[in-house]
């Protein structure tokens, strides 16, 4: 089975704290995402690796930036935290291969930012 | 600019009683149809890929179905465990995911 994991399920920072949101796959998947999860909204993506050290913006990116160090772990940053920030966040995995490799989650990181 | 709908946005069911659920989508090219389930505080399960027209697939009480505008997700004699939101997301280009807001789904005993 594939096994996305989060490094924390809940997160509390206040405004203006740098903010690290880790993400560990065990499945040796090439492709991870962050993606965050507001009401009313559905996911939106906020950036993407198809390898390591490579990193794509997604449909939000301003705020945050990403690090991919080794293949395995992915980390989304919060440089400087703010209120609209609070949000539920989503990382995901895929294999490389056909364009349609589904995109398997993680718990989620339910962050508030006060 | 590429959209998915999904409806209704809230169902309640009794136990037993089948109902389907609708996505609907405008895309510009699709590659795929994902159906995900999401308990609450926890991340999107896979459960079906569709890619074409006509195209169907089930799991246990689940079934999901793909037209060329819309993809139903057909449930039949729900339990209360069959409770979640239903996601449903299309793939527009390489990896490229359009989600829908979701349908939360409550199953009453």
């Known amino acids: 089975d594939v096994k996305v994991t989060q490094s924390s399920r809940y997160l509390v920072k206040r405004t203006g704290e740098k903010v690290f949101l880790e993400c560990v796959q065990d499945?040796?998947?090439?492709?991870m995402f962050w993606y965050r999860q507001d009401p009313g909204l559905g996911l939106r993506l906020i950036y993407f690796?198809?390898?390591?050290?490579?990193?794509e913006k997604g449909d939000i990116p301003e705020g945050y930036s990403v690090s991919r160090e080794k293949k395995e772990r992915f980390s989304l940053i919060l440089e400087s935290a703010s209120t609209n920030q609070t949000s539920m966040y989503l990382c995901?995995?895929?294999?490389?291969?056909?364009?349609?490799?589904?995109?398997?989650f993680g718990p989620g990181t339910r962050l508030t930012v006060l | 600019e590429d959209q998915v709908t999904q409806s209704p946005e809230a169902l309640r069911l009794q136990e037993g009683e089948s109902s389907s659920l609708n996505c609907s989508y405008t895309?510009?090219?699709?590659?795929?149809l994902f159906w995900y389930r999401q308990d609450p505080g926890k991340g999107p399960e896979f459960l079906f890929t569709?890619?074409?027209a006509g195209e169907e697939k089930e799991k246990e009480r689940l079934k999901a179905t793909l037209t060329k505008k819309e993809s139903f997700l057909h449930i039949t004699a729900p339990k209360p465990e069959d409770s979640a939101t239903y996601l449903c997301?299309?793939?527009?280009?390489?990896?490229?995911?359009?989600f829908g807001t979701g349908t939360r789904l409550l199953v009453s005993p």
């Open positions: 690796s198809y390898d390591v050290k490579m990193k």
């Open positions: 569709l890619y074409s």
């Open positions: 499945m040796d998947h090439e492709n």
């Open positions: 997301a299309v793939e527009t280009g390489f990896q490229k995911l359009v």
């Open positions: 995901a995995s895929s294999a490389r291969g056909g364009s349609t490799d589904t995109q398997y």
């Open positions: 895309v510009s090219g699709l590659r795929g």
